[in-house]
């Protein structure tokens, strides 16, 4: 068994201002030291998202990768039967994975690739604590995923509108931005059978840095408790808008062998929209690492509505 040296410091180059990095110098077929298990950690808490470079490592690679960093969930609450075989932590993202998995109206809806900016399945009442993209085979071009620094969009806030959210909570709803009358896809009886809710803090405390950070998205979360429905709408539009600022995001070309490692906490993506545009296929790998209930600066933990936490896969 090679470990990497724990002498060598990896290489972590910033791409922007606020959000993520590459980092060099580590080949994540290998187990890895704690030294360097650590560097990738402080990275992670302070970029947000990081970006490794030809990785062209297996499923069970992957699983091992981030099996160092915390319990592996399995791929997907709702999509246990679409993993790969012999590995339910795997989720794949592609244009026919989404294609069985919710239907063809989902992409009329949507676009090949889901719903907006989010974090993963914040509709839980234990949302992934992070998610490890691998890509297995991309376009020369196109497809790019971006994400945002949702620690930094807080901070851009003025301080009374800081304070006011700090005490406001949300609710998340899996499929709130999708029609759930649509009773002949598979996303819709989803929702309405086995539906997955929770109330968040709309201002969550990041468990390792103590940041403050935005913590609804637009892909699942569906009002502001105790507003009425254009206030909670107007609050979530102002914090949506301060999202997508460009000065918060990063934008990653992917490559074959390309990893995106990323921290559900302080940051949200956006999938690619131009998908349908592209002449090659697009095929991803995704796993999940468990994550803790959110807590808002109150100290109040999230509440579920409905649903079970997300635990690691057998
Ligand atoms: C995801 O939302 O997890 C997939 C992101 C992507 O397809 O780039």
Same mark, same amino acid.
């Given at each position: 068994m090679t470990l990497t040296d724990h002498d060598v410091a990896i290489d972590v180059r910033p791409l922007s201002g606020w959000t993520g990095a590459e980092i060099h110098? *580590?080949?994540?077929?290998q187990p890895l030291d704690d030294h360097t298990v650590a560097e990738i950690r402080q990275a992670l808490l302070q970029w947000k998202v990081v970006f490794f470079r030809?990785?062209?490592?297996?499923h069970a690679q992957q699983i091992r990768f981030g099996g160092q960093f915390g319990d592996v969930t399995p791929g997907h609450p709702y999509e246990?039967?679409?993993?790969?075989p012999g590995f339910p932590q795997i989720h794949t993202v592609s244009p026919k994975a989404y294609d069985e998995r919710y239907g063809r109206r989902y992409q009329k809806q949507f676009? *090949?690739?889901? &719903?907006?900016?989010?974090?993963? *399945?914040? &509709?839980?009442?234990?949302?992934?604590?992070h998610s490890i993209l691998r890509a297995e085979s991309v376009p020369a071009f196109g497809g790019d995923t971006q994400f945002t620094n949702v620690a930094a969009a807080y901070l851009g806030l003025p301080e009374p509108l800081r304070a006011f959210i700090d005490g406001l909570r949300a609710e998340h709803r899996f499929?709130?931005?999708?029609?759930?009358?649509?009773?002949?896809e598979r996303i819709g009886e989803w929702v309405r059978t086995k539906p997955l809710a929770s109330i968040h803090p709309v201002v969550r405390v990041h468990p390792e840095s103590g940041e403050r950070v935005?913590? *609804?998205?637009?892909?699942?979360t569906t009002r502001i408790l105790d507003l009425d429905p254009r206030q909670s709408r107007h609050i979530l539009d102002l914090l949506f808008e301060q999202i997508d600022r460009p000065e918060y995001t990063v934008r990653f070309k992917w490559e074959n062998g390309s990893v995106a490692f990323w921290d559900n906490r302080a940051a949200l993506h956006l999938a690619p929209r131009d998908v349908e545009h592209l002449a090659t296929d697009r095929v991803l790998h995704r796993i999940t690492l468990v994550g803790d209930t959110p807590v808002g600066p109150d100290g109040a933990p999230s509440e579920s509505i409905a649903g079970e936490p997300f635990l690691a896969a057998n």
């Open positions: 110098g *580590v080949d994540l077929s030809d990785q062209h490592i297996d246990g039967d679409a993993a790969p676009g *090949v690739n889901g &719903p907006g900016w989010h974090a993963d *399945v914040t &509709p839980l009442i234990n949302p992934p604590s499929g709130a931005s999708y029609d759930a009358d649509r009773s002949n935005i913590y *609804v998205n637009p892909g699942f």
